[in-house]
């Protein structure tokens, strides 16, 4: 059964350095989002992305978030310079169409220092 | 605003009995609603989902249910095993764009 996957499992950063989380959406979805869940909590929405584009975003997404598609696998997202209270987990989506299911990848720790 | 809240942090169930979980929701500007199951370490897993002009749907040992009168929706899981522990969360998805809109979770523990 196909899946979304994300690489690192886990990844520790020093508070101000810049973070690639990656992913790699199911093979035949067009839509592709990041969520985050700080230990805890529940489960916040960041981001949607379609057609190259993003096509939503929350309050959290700021400008220290970016999302790309460098090519037809990869999803990444990127925080330029972290701050501590981005330690958390992010989940990565993707759904064939805009109302259809999300199935989320197994999650990347962010642990900034 | 718009917010999805559970009534219960946690659930302990003895194996073999069924489950139910519940849901509040507050926002009306929904095309439907889903159930998923987290475990420890793992990303959330799709279980069952339900659209909003249904009010009742059922998979593998699981039933959704919606009562949009109340906002209230439930999960039900029969002949709850040990395998079913875990956190399990409602979310809503909203009609006009892509995003979910998760409740807080309810922590399903099952004894043997």
């Known amino acids: 059964e196909p899946e979304v996957t994300q690489t690192p499992s886990h990844q520790v950063t020093q508070m101000g350095q810049e973070v690639i989380l990656r992913c790699v959406p199911i093979s035949n979805h067009l839509y592709f989002y990041w969520y985050r869940q700080i230990l805890g909590q529940k489960v916040e929405f960041l981001v949607s992305?379609?057609?190259?584009?993003?096509?939503?975003k929350s309050e959290i997404f700021d400008d220290q978030f970016s999302v790309e598609r460098p090519d037809g696998s990869n999803f990444t997202l990127k925080i330029r310079s972290t701050k501590l209270e981005d330690s958390a987990m992010y989940f990565c989506?993707?759904?064939?169409?805009?109302?259809?299911?999300?199935?989320f990848g197994p999650g990347t720790r962010l642990t900034v220092l | 605003g718009e917010s999805v809240g559970l009534h219960l942090p946690t659930l302990s169930v003895q194996e073999g009995d069924n489950s139910i979980i519940n849901c509040a929701y507050s926002?009306?500007?929904?095309?439907?609603f889903i159930w998923y199951k987290q475990e420890s370490g793992k990303g959330p897993q799709f279980i069952i989902d339900i659209r909003s002009n249904m009010d009742k749907r059922q998979g593998q040992r699981v039933t959704v249910l919606l009562n949009k009168t109340v906002k209230h929706l439930s999960l039900q899981i029969a002949a709850t095993q040990p395998g079913d522990s875990a956190v399990y969360f409602c979310?809503?998805?909203?009609?006009?764009?892509?995003?979910?809109?998760f409740g807080a979770g309810t922590i399903l523990r099952v004894k043997s």
């Open positions: 989506a993707s759904s064939k169409a805009s109302a259809d299911t999300q199935y």
């Open positions: 926002n009306s500007a929904s095309d439907y």
């Open positions: 979310a809503e998805h909203m009609e006009y764009g892509n995003k979910l809109v």
């Open positions: 992305f379609y057609n190259n584009e993003i096509s939503e």
